[in-house]
């Protein structure tokens, strides 16, 4: 994990993901508890398990937010969300 920006209150962090077996996955979650306590912490996610633990998620189409909320309210409310969920958030098939 890499520190893009780090501000008082809140800190921007890029990683892959893609290739973490699942108790490295398990170490980042911990991880990103442990930060998201100390500060706002910015998060992008393809995998649905990390979109889970968010408080807040916002759902992009091709570069344009087109939902926001948290997991179980755009899981009742966004069939575009719901979408992703089923394919296990692989959101360019959905338009390939």
């Known amino acids: 994990m890499c520190s893009i920006a780090a501000r008082q209150g809140a800190q921007l962090t890029a990683f892959t993901a893609a290739n973490l077996d699942p108790g490295d996955e398990r170490e980042l979650a911990r991880a990103f508890r442990q930060v998201s306590r100390e500060c706002t912490l910015l ?49 360019a098939a959905r338009h390939a």
């Open 43 to 91: 998060v992008i996610a393809h995998r649905f398990s990390t979109v889970q633990a968010a408080d807040h998620v916002i759902v992009l189409d091709q570069g344009q937010a087109v939902a926001a909320g948290s997991h179980q309210q755009l899981s009742r409310t966004n069939e575009y969300y719901r979408i992703l969920a089923a394919s296990g958030a692989q959101p």
